[in-house]
């Protein structure tokens, strides 16, 4: 058996392009085009990268883009005054602020100021609790690309069995809310989790989010299992180079799951898509308008 390979690069591209389809339209009912606003702090070289990424795809989906780049010392006060400017802004439908921030500033307390109906990346209490409560929510960007990735390998995730490795606030918890939502059966395992291959290898949807490099082995995978693997890491590669691999051993996997998201090119593209998708969303809401099926 070889794997058929999920392509997150193919997929992102298809939603990027339907987003730009309903910002047209959700535009025209504004009478403005949606905003996104990223706030990045200091000059992290990976956040910077990724900033630019998003700045690049939120114009191109026909939203207005709305960049604050901050010194490295700024202080906790200076960037949560930004966060109430933005929140106040009607212009920004969608706010950003990208992680890591710097020691002086706590992060969660930021976060948690920020307004949750423009909670893009859907990390705020509020939506965090409006999505375990099955109520609708800004839900965070991977995990919801994980569901759509799913989707193209299975017509319906009810009553499969999906077993997901991490318990994190980012992707673990929120993946798990997210399965339920659509009727699976949900296992989260993590490193108390005794014999994690035992309960890896009952998933139909095996979801790895642990952040240890290919750790999960071909024989921890169900015969036929669609793997999700969000795991993104930077290893030794051939003539003194780095590579970057999944959370899961993919040559393995490849010859014993039924589908498999390949590192790069499967989740990580799905990231900036879905953002782009909350923010549409995020538009539609505080309009009362009816939100874009994507």
């Known amino acids: 058996m070889t794997a058929a390979i999920l392509d997150g690069k193919a997929l992102a591209a298809e939603v990027r392009g339907k987003v730009a389809e ?123 690309g994980c569901i759509m990735l799913a989707k193209k390998a299975h017509a319906s995730l009810s009553g499969l069995e999906a077993v997901v490795l991490g318990r994190s606030n980012i992707v673990g918890k929120p993946l798990a809310q997210l399965l339920l939502n659509e009727n699976a059966t949900v296992t989260v395992a993590h490193s108390r989790t005794r014999d994690l291959a035992a309960v890896s290898r009952r998933a139909d949807i095996l979801c790895v989010a642990i952040g240890k490099p290919e750790f999960v082995r071909g024989d921890w995978i169900k015969p036929g299992a669609t793997v999700i693997d969000v795991g993104i890491n930077r290893v030794p590669g051939k003539e003194g180079k780095t590579k970057l ?47 874009p099926k994507i």
């Not at 990580?268 to 308008?289: D, F, K, Q, S």
Request: glycine fraction near 8%.
């Open 22 to 144: 309903e910002a047209k339209r959700i535009g025209a009912k504004l009478g403005r085009k949606p905003g996104l606003a990223v706030v990045l702090v200091g000059e992290n070289p990976a956040s910077e990268v990724y900033v630019r990424n998003k700045a690049r795809s939120t114009l191109e989906a026909g939203m207005e883009s709305f960049e604050h780049k901050l010194a490295a010392s700024t202080s906790e006060a200076d960037l949560l005054a930004l966060v109430a400017k933005l929140n106040a802004d009607d212009k920004v439908d969608g706010i950003l602020v990208q992680l890591p921030l710097p020691d002086q500033i706590d992060s969660a307390r930021v976060l948690n100021a920020v307004d949750p109906a423009k909670d893009v990346d859907g990390f705020h209490p509020v939506n965090a609790g409006r999505l375990a409560t099955g109520l609708p929510a800004l839900a965070p960007c991977t995990p919801v």
């Open 245 to 291: 691999v999944g959370d899961v051993a993919y040559d393995e996997a490849m010859k014993v799951a039924g589908s498999i998201t390949p590192v790069p090119g499967g989740v990580g593209p799905m990231t900036i898509a879905c953002l782009l998708v909350n923010t549409l969303r995020a538009a539609c809401a505080r309009a009362g308008l009816e939100a």
